[in-house]
């Protein structure tokens, strides 16, 4: 199976500041998908990035807010902008895999000061 | 809303025996069902899924559906203290690979 490495694996901001995060795959791969996990609760889609074509953006996030790129079909890039403390969470890229199954990079542990 | 419920727990089960987790979700629509294991301070990785009414068997691990009752589960048999993590149930979208997540249950296994 794919390789998915997350950089950086965590970071501690000031709010109003950005940070991006980076997800990089070690095989090509048409969709990636941004989740975010905020403290005791579940995983809830951002977004999802294609190559080449816009994110789209899940209920509930804009791209002013969590702007996205897909230079390549191994690399995506999610930042969070103008950070408060509520988007301290725990930020997974993911990737499908066979059938409908998604596997899940190790994290960007994020907080917000 | 299409919603995942999970009993969040913690459920507690004493080494070697039997854990049952349990799962409901709300979208008639979705065909994929999955259950992930995430231990503290890591990520949600893959241990089941199933598409079909029916047991599923891999291991010490069997899923279970139910799509007329909109039930899914997942049964750990001979359960170890390394299985103590939080299990998570995920269920497609009907438009495809989006996942929906229930808020997990934290399992611990007892020596």
């Known amino acids: 199976s794919a390789v998915i490495s997350q950089k950086p694996s965590r970071d501690i901001c000031q709010r109003g500041t950005s940070l991006t995060i980076q997800c990089q795959v070690d095989s090509q791969v048409t969709m990636m998908f941004w989740y975010r996990q905020q403290p005791g609760q579940s995983l809830t889609l951002i977004a999802t990035?294609?190559?080449?074509?816009?994110?789209?953006?899940e209920s509930g996030f804009v791209i002013d807010k969590f702007p996205i790129s897909r230079p390549n079909l191994t690399f995506s890039t999610l930042t969070v902008s103008n950070m408060s403390p509520e988007d301290s969470s725990i930020y997974l890229c993911?990737?499908?895999?066979?059938?409908?199954?998604?596997?899940f990079g190790p994290g960007t542990r994020l907080t917000v000061l | 809303q299409k919603e995942v419920e999970q009993n969040s727990g913690p459920l507690s089960v004493p080494e070697g025996a039997i854990a049952s987790l349990n799962c409901t979700y709300s979208d008639r629509g979705s065909q994929s069902f999955f259950w992930y294991r995430q231990y503290s301070g890591k990520s949600p990785e893959l241990i089941m899924f199933i598409y079909s009414n029916g047991d599923k068997e891999d291991g010490r691990f069997t899923a279970q559906l139910n799509k007329a009752s909109q039930y899914v589960s997942l049964l750990i048999r001979d359960s170890q203290p390394s299985d103590s993590a939080t299990y998570l149930c995920?269920?497609?979208?009907?438009?495809?690979?989006?996942?929906?997540f229930g808020k997990g249950t934290s399992l611990l296994v007892t020596p």
């Open positions: 995920a269920v497609n979208r009907d438009s495809g690979y989006a996942l929906n």
């Open positions: 990035a294609n190559q080449g074509s816009e994110a789209t953006y």
């Open positions: 993911s990737i499908p895999g066979r059938g409908d199954t998604q596997y």
